[in-house]
Nanobody, 115 residues
Framework: QVQLVESGGGLVQAGGSLRLSCAAS????????MGWFRQAPGKEREFVAA????????YYADPVKGRFTISRDNAKNQVYLQMNSLKPEDTAVYFC????????WGQGTQVTVSS
């Protein structure tokens, strides 16, 4: 049974930083490109960042380029999202999943950025 558990969210002031973690179980983690997604209130879930299986390349949505960094540890079955220079518009529930969202979604972790 595939399970994705996100953690690390919280309340932070604009300009602050957070590091999100996602623990994956029930799958061959290193076989999957992984991604982070977010959903703000009243909006569709959107792509944030992705990282290939080996971890050697990553891709970012334009709004987060230069501020967020995705990484992974295949030995620990975890993927991370370092978020710096946070803005109020980054407020959302953040989810991890396979690159195109093919796995069961977890509950996500709430990130709230105050102005």
């Amino acid at each position: 049974q595939v399970q994705l558990v996100e953690s690390g969210g919280g309340l932070v002031q604009a300009g602050g930083s957070l590091r999100l973690s996602c623990a994956a179980s029930g799958l061959a983690f290193s076989d999957y490109a992984m991604g982070w997604f977010r959903q703000a209130p009243g909006k569709e879930r959107e792509f944030v960042a992705a990282i290939i299986k080996s971890g050697s390349s990553a891709y970012y949505a334009d709004p987060v380029k230069g501020r967020f960094t995705i990484s992974r540890d295949n030995a620990k079955n975890q993927v991370y999202l370092q978020m710096n220079s946070l803005k109020p518009e980054d407020t959302a529930v953040y989810f991890c999943n396979a690159r195109y969202g093919s796995l069961p979604w977890g509950q996500g972790t709430q990130v709230t950025v105050s102005s």
